[in-house]
Nanobody
Framework: VQLQASGGGLVQAGGSLRLSCVAS??????YAWFRQAPGKEREFVAA????????NYADSVKGRSTISRDNRNNTMYLKISSLKPDDTAVYYC??????????????????WGQGTLVTVSS
């Protein structure tokens, strides 16, 4: 499985951004987004079941982000609105096929994208 993330860039605070991650090689049960800010550990952002249904968001993005996917082109998305400088980080897409649990620990995910940098200016 290969995950290829894209869509990062420089955004002003208050703006929005949609990240994409194309998956190839196989299907999986759960997909997710994590992020790692400079000098900090990688943290959970959002997760969802590929076939649709439940979602889970970190408190830091809840209410201003949406995780989604397009089955036709095997692409997952993360849209974040009302961006803040604290959202500055490298964003990673991830997936696992163990079960339908929306894990928040990065160690539970098997496949990872290479990351895309989001910089939010104040």
């Amino acid at each position: 499985v290969q995950l290829q993330a894209s869509g990062g860039g420089l955004v002003q605070a208050g703006g929005s951004l949609r990240l994409s991650c194309v998956a190839s090689g196989r299907t999986f049960g759960v997909y997710a987004w994590f992020r790692q800010a400079p000098g900090k550990e990688r943290e959970f952002v959002a997760a969802s079941i590929w076939r649709g249904g439940r979602t889970n968001y970190a408190d830091s993005v809840k209410g201003r982000s949406t995780i989604s996917r397009d089955n036709r082109n095997n692409t997952m998305y993360l849209k974040i609105s009302s961006l803040k400088p604290d959202d500055t980080a490298v964003y990673y897409c991830a997936a696992h096929n163990r079960d339908n649990t929306l894990y928040t620990r990065q160690t539970e995910y098997t496949w990872w994208g290479q990351g895309t940098l989001v910089t939010v200016s104040s």
